[in-house]
Nanobody, 126 residues
Framework: VQLQASGGGLVQAGGSLRLSCAASGRTSSWSVMGWFRQAPGKEREFVSA????????YYANSVKGRFTISRDNAKNTAYLQMNSLQPEDTAVYYC????????????????????WGQGTQVTVSS
């Protein structure tokens, strides 16, 4: 099983980026796909997650209203559209997935997820 993240880069404050996370391997469906990020010297933090149905996606308060998560189940791919980026969004972004269900109260707990991608760097300049 592999998760391949892409789409990171350098952008000015106020700009946009779209991250992609393509899942491949023995699991044909992913119950939950999500994104976490880790800035230098900080712990990994939850950004967003989405269930198979695509209903009621989850967002960290810090990105709500600026980021949008979506998924294409036919392609086993999740996307993170990031708008109005700010320097504090600078981090390595990791995509993650789990084949089985995660209860809502635990959706932001990195320990719930089984598979992780390699990370993609997002740098926002001021």
């Amino acid at each position: 099983v592999q998760l391949q993240a892409s789409g990171g880069g350098l952008v000015q404050a106020g700009g946009s980026l779209r991250l992609s996370c393509a899942a491949s391997g023995r699991t044909s469906s992913w119950s939950v796909m999500g994104w976490f990020r880790q800035a230098p010297g900080k712990e990994r933090e939850f950004v967003s997650a989405i269930r198979w149905s695509g209903d009621s996606p989850y967002y960290a308060n810090s990105v709500k209203g600026r980021f949008t998560i979506s998924r294409d189940n036919a392609k086993n791919t999740a996307y993170l559209q990031m708008n109005s980026l700010q320097p504090e969004d600078t981090a390595v972004y990791y995509c993650t997935a789990k084949a089985s269900r995660i209860i809502s109260s635990a959706i932001g707990d990195s320990r719930q997820y089984t598979y992780w991608g390699q990370g993609t760097q997002v740098t926002v300049s001021s």
